[in-house]
């Protein structure tokens, strides 16, 4: 029996970081040496390291009885707790009716990008997810590639938008940012929203990393300054840890009712609804608590501190330019100044250059400029600082918070000694190339 597959499903490729996983178990089938036993330094993944909040745990057991389907948009108690949750912490005041919980907001971005028409606006360099989707749903797609800042410009954007003849544009707009971990001031959020006004272009705002920014009195939504015209998406992987609870939600902006009841025959046709039990069980992560507060301040400083360290380190390295992140636990390693060197080498792409770092003997992984939709010849990688025990690490942070500098270097040293042997991998590997050249 021969199975024919839709071609518009044949032209679509693996995702990167499903990619990279194959290729990493299969460096660790393969390699030869002792050493490869140990694992590797873990830059590549973007997972949050820490224990999923026991209020979330507790409440996921005492729900698990809870077999029935739940509503479409999702249970009114979740709903809620998300409104209530946003209005305490992001200074949105939101109906509920504008809420519905799927199952992720990567998938959330896909629903909402298969509803919407217009050409989608993809600033780069982009967290690797959503090119695939915008190819997968056959949208019209336009990349606009960053300033030296690794932000949006309004004038690039505004320019763009003139070249684009659809009488609708979708921004995708990732903030805080990943791979950078820069942040959007209110300033140029506003600037960019001046943009969209003018120029019809209705915003994706995915603030799944908003709870991480380190100083979080600077994080302000774009679903605050364009609500006509915003919808954000946010959920539990980030924030609380939960990625495998499979839980976003997105905020419609304001008078979308129409649009709304499209989504949801969208949403009731692919997956009818999210798991009940872990509805229910988010209720108490959204909720405003000490114990919930108490987890986001821990795990958002010791982000801080760990992206501090990551930062500081990288920069020392010769020729190596680093995005300071103000959020998320990513950051932007720029090591195009060994573009020369790396090209003799035969390491020709960003994609090489991952191969080549985590070959023997330095067993270091990264995600490479072309996974983050920058040229394949752009030598840039993002750098995820969370490989370290994360439930030992906050507990450690809780017996003795580290304050100044050397302190706080210190902390690294002692609980994330693969961070710290990574970072000298990276400057190992790049010392060798010069040296070979």
Same mark, same amino acid.
Not at 281 to 295: L, P, T
């Given at each position: 029996?021969?199975?024919?597959?839709?071609?518009?499903?044949?032209?679509?490729?693996?995702?990167?970081?499903?990619? *990279?996983?194959?290729?990493?178990?299969?460096?660790?089938?393969?390699?030869?040496?002792?050493?490869?036993?140990?694992?590797?330094?873990?830059?590549?993944?973007?997972?949050?390291?820490?224990?999923?909040?026991?209020? %979330?745990?507790?409440?996921?057991?005492?729900?698990?009885?809870?077999?029935?389907?739940?509503?479409?948009?999702?249970?009114?108690?979740?709903?809620?707790?998300?409104?209530?949750?946003?209005?305490?912490?992001?200074?949105?005041?939101?109906?509920?009716?504008?809420?519905?919980?799927?199952?992720?907001?990567?998938?959330? !971005?896909?629903?909402?990008?298969?509803?919407?028409?217009?050409?989608?606006?993809?600033?780069?360099?982009?967290?690797?997810?959503?090119?695939?989707?915008?190819?997968? *749903?056959?949208?019209?797609?336009?990349?606009?590639?960053?300033? !030296?800042?690794?932000?949006?410009?309004?004038?690039? #954007?505004?320019?763009?938008?003139?070249? *684009?003849?659809?009488?609708?544009?979708?921004?995708?707009?990732?903030?805080?940012?990943?791979?950078?971990?820069?942040?959007?001031?209110?300033?140029?959020?506003?600037? !960019?929203?001046?943009?969209?006004?003018?120029?019809?272009?209705?915003?994706?705002?995915? +603030?799944?990393?908003?709870?991480?920014?380190?100083?979080?009195?600077?994080?302000?939504?774009?679903?605050?300054?364009?609500?006509?015209?915003?919808?954000?998406?946010?959920? #539990?992987?980030?924030?609380?840890?939960?990625?495998?609870?499979?839980?976003?939600?997105?905020?419609?902006?304001?008078?979308?009712?129409? #649009?709304?009841?499209?989504?949801?025959?969208?949403?009731?046709?692919?997956?009818? =609804?999210?798991?009940?039990?872990?509805?229910?069980?988010?209720?108490?992560?959204?909720?405003?608590?000490?114990?919930?507060?108490?987890?986001?301040?821990?795990?958002?400083?010791?982000?801080?501190?760990?992206? +501090?360290?990551?930062?500081?380190?990288?920069?020392?390295?010769?020729? %190596?330019? %680093?995005?300071?992140?103000?959020?998320?636990?990513?950051?932007? =390693?720029?090591?195009?100044?060994?573009?020369?060197? #790396?090209?003799?080498?035969?390491?020709?792409?960003?994609?090489?250059?991952? +191969? =080549?770092?985590? %070959?023997?003997?330095?067993?270091? =992984?990264?995600?490479?400029?072309?996974?983050?939709?920058?040229?394949?010849?752009?030598?840039?990688?993002?750098?995820?600082?969370?490989?370290?025990?994360?439930?030992?690490?906050? +507990?450690?942070?809780?017996?003795?918070?580290?304050?100044? *500098?050397?302190?706080?270097?210190?902390?690294?040293?002692?609980?994330?000694?693969?961070?710290?042997?990574?970072?000298?991998?990276?400057?190992?590997?790049?010392?060798?190339?010069?040296?070979?050249?």
């Amino acid at each position: 029996m021969e199975f024919i597959v839709d071609q518009q499903v044949q032209d679509i490729e693996l995702p990167e970081n499903l990619k *990279l996983n194959t290729f990493l178990q299969e460096f660790h089938s393969d390699c030869p040496h002792p050493e490869c036993g140990f694992g590797f330094y873990g830059f590549a993944f973007g997972q949050s390291p820490f224990p999923v909040p026991k209020l %979330v745990q507790n409440a996921l057991v005492s729900n698990a009885s809870k077999g029935t389907y739940a509503s479409v948009q999702g249970i009114p108690e979740l709903r809620n707790a998300i409104s209530k949750y946003n209005k305490h912490y992001f200074e949105i005041d939101i109906d509920p009716q504008r809420i519905y919980v799927g199952p992720g907001t990567k998938e959330l !971005i896909f629903n909402l990008l298969e509803i919407l028409h217009g050409t989608v606006i993809l600033p780069t360099p982009a967290w690797l997810g959503y090119l695939p989707q915008i190819r997968l *749903l056959k949208k019209n797609y336009h990349m606009l590639p960053t300033a !030296i800042n690794r932000k949006i410009s309004p004038d690039d #954007l505004r320019k763009l938008a003139l070249r *684009l003849h659809d009488r609708q544009k979708i921004l995708i707009l990732n903030n805080p940012h990943n791979p950078t971990g820069l942040l959007y001031d209110r300033l140029e959020l506003e600037e !960019i929203a001046d943009v969209c006004r003018e120029q019809n272009i209705i915003i994706i705002s995915d +603030e799944i990393y908003a709870q991480t920014t380190y100083d979080f009195s600077k994080f302000v939504s774009m679903g605050k300054i364009y609500p006509e015209g915003t919808f954000v998406t946010n959920g #539990l992987s980030k924030s609380h840890a939960a990625g495998g609870y499979r839980l976003g939600y997105v905020i419609f902006p304001q008078n979308a009712l129409d #649009l709304q009841m499209q989504f949801k025959k969208i949403l009731a046709t692919e997956y009818t =609804a999210v798991s009940t039990p872990i509805q229910n069980a988010a209720i108490s992560g959204f909720e405003i608590s000490d114990e919930m507060n108490e987890y986001f301040t821990i795990t958002r400083n010791i982000h801080e501190i760990m992206g +501090e360290y990551t930062y500081n380190k990288l920069s020392e390295i010769e020729g %190596v330019k %680093v995005t300071k992140p103000e959020a998320t636990f990513y950051l932007l =390693a720029d090591f195009n100044y060994y573009a020369m060197d #790396l090209q003799t080498a035969k390491i020709t792409t960003s994609q090489k250059l991952s +191969e =080549a770092l985590i %070959v023997h003997p330095y067993h270091t =992984a990264i995600v490479g400029g072309d996974s983050l939709v920058l040229e394949r010849t752009d030598y840039s990688a993002r750098i995820a600082y969370v490989d370290y025990n994360g439930s030992k690490v906050y +507990e450690n942070y809780q017996n003795q918070k580290p304050k100044i *500098l050397s302190e706080r270097e210190k902390f690294v040293k002692i609980n994330a000694p693969k961070i710290v042997a990574g970072i000298r991998m990276i400057e190992r590997f790049f010392e060798q190339i010069k040296k070979t050249i």
